[in-house]
């Protein structure tokens, strides 16, 4: 019984190895861009027809609408993360910055005064892509589920009150008082494409917080200063052979 166990193990390990050559090949590249809200009318046109803030275009449309971008004022490209995964595996593509966050101020106590220093986090802002692609049977056609994500650091906000801290003399103190602001913004799809078009995604949840990733965050309304701002991500899927080449003509 153990002689087979171990025929079975030595099988699914030289086996394991051709099944993942064998799977299909994707190749993702997404575009974020961000552009003034009142700048947007000759993307629009571009676009053509929109389902829900999503449209599927043909490579030729998705140069045109490229084309577009060039000329929107204020367009600004913030990331074009791509890679390479197989059918029906999950891949997450980060064009993302580590930046450096003051969260709060802690006090320490001396003999002759109290004294306040910063304490501060790590936190990832920038954009983020989750997809999941899935060849069908017929070949041509890809399941696709993808989520994307952008990560604002707005600055500070300005706290209302400032809580009291009392020295061992009995002195009121009045603790500084630390409120980072972000501006998380996402959306999500789900549908299937043809080899080689490209999907695009407009319409972001907007959710501004105050707090950091490891603190209690806490939902805030929009400022009308960080409104005035579009997001719009652009996902093109290819299928691939081994090469890198495309599997099938763009037409």
Excluded: C
Aim: aromatic share 6%; proline share 6%.
């Amino acid at each position: 019984m153990k002689a087979f166990t171990r025929l079975l193990i030595s099988l699914l390990a030289i086996l394991a190895p051709a099944v993942t050559t064998n799977a299909q090949q994707i190749h993702i590249k997404a575009r974020f861009f961000e552009a003034p809200s009142a700048n947007m009318a000759a993307w629009e046109r571009a676009r053509g027809d929109a389902n829900g803030g999503t449209t599927i275009l043909s490579a030729a449309d998705a140069r045109n609408l490229l084309k577009a971008s060039v000329t929107t004022p204020g367009l600004e490209t913030l990331a074009e993360p791509e890679a390479v995964t197989v059918s029906g595996r999950q891949v997450q593509m980060r064009a993302t910055q580590i930046i450096t966050v003051i969260t709060n101020f802690a006090s320490q106590e001396s003999v002759s005064n109290l004294m306040f220093y910063p304490q501060s986090e790590k936190v990832e802002t920038g954009p983020v892509l989750d997809s999941v692609a899935t060849v069908m049977p017929d070949g041509y056609t890809i399941d696709l589920k993808t989520t994307a994500t952008l990560t604002e650091f707005l600055g500070y906000d300005n706290p209302t009150n400032s809580p009291a801290l009392y020295n061992s003399m009995g002195r009121k103190i009045d603790v500084p008082v630390v409120l980072p602001r972000f501006r998380v913004r996402q959306t999500q799809a789900h549908v299937q494409i043809q080899d080689g078009q490209t999907l695009t995604l407009e319409k972001f949840e907007d959710h501004l917080l105050v707090g950091t990733s490891s603190s209690d965050n806490r939902a805030v309304s929009p400022r009308p200063d960080v409104q005035d701002k579009q997001v719009l991500v652009l996902i093109t899927v290819t299928l691939i052979d081994q090469t890198g080449s495309r599997i099938h003509p763009e037409d």
